[in-house]
T-cell receptor, first 113, second 117 residues
Framework: AQSVTQLGSHVSVSEGALVLLRCNYSSSVPPYLFWYVQYPNQGLQLLLKYTTGATLVKGINGFEAEFKKSETSFHLTKPSAHMSDAAEYFCAVRGNTGNQFYFGTGTSLTVIP | EPEVTQTPSHQVTQMGQEVILRCVPISNHLYFYWYRQILGQKVEFLVSFYNNEISEKSEIFDDQFSVERPDGSNFTLKIRSTKLEDSAMYFC???????????????FGPGTRLTVL
C-alpha cells in the first residue's frame, strides 16, 4: 500500500532562509510523487511532481524536490523563502492501482519577516 | 484559467440530516474525485468517478455516501444521515481521462467545510 509521512506539522523560517519540508513515502511499486500547496481559502495547487526520469524536479515559485529511492524521501526545498510562500504544503503519492492520491497530513509554513 | 469550483464554502448541519456538496469540475475533464480532510488529519481519498459510474472507492465511502453527475457540469457528493465524525473539509478534484496507467494531474477545488452539530 502507498502512504506518505510529513515530518513537522509546522515549520517557521525567516524570510530569505532555506525552506526544507520533509516527506517520506512508502510504496510497493515505483512511486509517482507530488507536492501540493494550499493558500488560505483556495484549493490544492500542484507545485511539482516526480513520475519517471530525472530525480531532481523543479516546480513553480522556485521550489524543487529530489526523489531519493534509497532514503524513500521526496523533500521539498527552496533556497530563499519569501513571505508569499506562507501556506500549507501537502506531499502525496499516487496509488498503484487507479488514480487516487494518498496525502500526508500537511506542513504549515510560516515565513518570518 | 479553468478551475474547479465548490459550493458552499461552509455548510453547517444537524446530526442526522442529509447534505449535498456540489462541485463543478473543469469542463473537458472526465475523471472526478472526492477527498476529505478531518481537522488535523490526512487528506483521504473517498471516491473516483468516470463514465457515469464509480471507478474506485475507499473503505470510508460506505452506504452513507453517494455521488452523482446530475447534469453536464455538476458533480455532487451526498451524505445521508450525517454524523458528528463527518465534520471535515471535503475537496473535489478532476482530471483528464487518458490511457489507463498514464499519469493524470488532478486539479482540486477550494473545498467545502462541513460542520455537523
Amino acid at each position: 500500500a502507498q502512504s506518505v509521512t510529513q515530518l513537522g506539522s509546522h515549520v517557521s523560517v525567516s524570510e530569505g532562509a532555506l525552506v526544507l519540508l520533509r516527506c517520506n513515502y512508502s510504496s510497493s511499486v515505483p512511486p509517482y510523487l507530488f507536492w501540493y500547496v494550499q493558500y488560505p481559502n483556495q484549493g490544492l495547487q500542484l507545485l511539482l511532481k516526480y513520475t519517471t526520469g530525472a530525480t531532481l524536479v523543479k516546480g513553480i515559485n522556485g521550489f524543487e524536490a529530489e526523489f531519493k529511492k534509497s532514503e524513500t524521501s521526496f523533500h521539498l526545498t527552496k533556497p530563499s523563502a519569501h513571505m508569499s510562500d506562507a501556506a500549507e504544503y501537502f506531499c502525496a503519492v499516487r496509488g498503484n492501482t487507479g488514480n487516487q492520491f494518498y496525502f500526508g497530513t500537511g506542513t504549515s509554513l510560516t515565513v518570518i519577516p | 484559467e479553468p478551475e474547479v469550483t465548490q459550493t458552499p464554502s461552509h455548510q453547517v448541519t444537524q446530526m442526522g440530516q442529509e447534505v449535498i456538496l456540489r462541485c463543478v469540475p473543469i469542463s473537458n475533464h472526465l475523471y472526478f474525485y472526492w477527498y476529505r480532510q478531518i481537522l488535523g488529519q490526512k487528506v483521504e481519498f473517498l471516491v473516483s468517478f468516470y463514465n457515469n459510474e464509480i471507478s474506485e472507492k475507499s473503505e470510508i465511502f460506505d452506504d452513507q455516501f453517494s455521488v452523482e453527475r446530475p447534469d453536464g457540469s455538476n458533480f455532487t457528493l451526498k451524505i445521508r444521515s450525517t454524523k458528528l465524525e463527518d465534520s471535515a473539509m471535503y475537496f473535489c478534484a478532476s482530471s483528464e481521462a487518458r490511457t489507463r496507467g498514464d499519469y493524470n494531474e488532478q486539479f482540486f477545488g477550494p473545498g467545502t467545510r462541513l460542520t455537523v452539530l
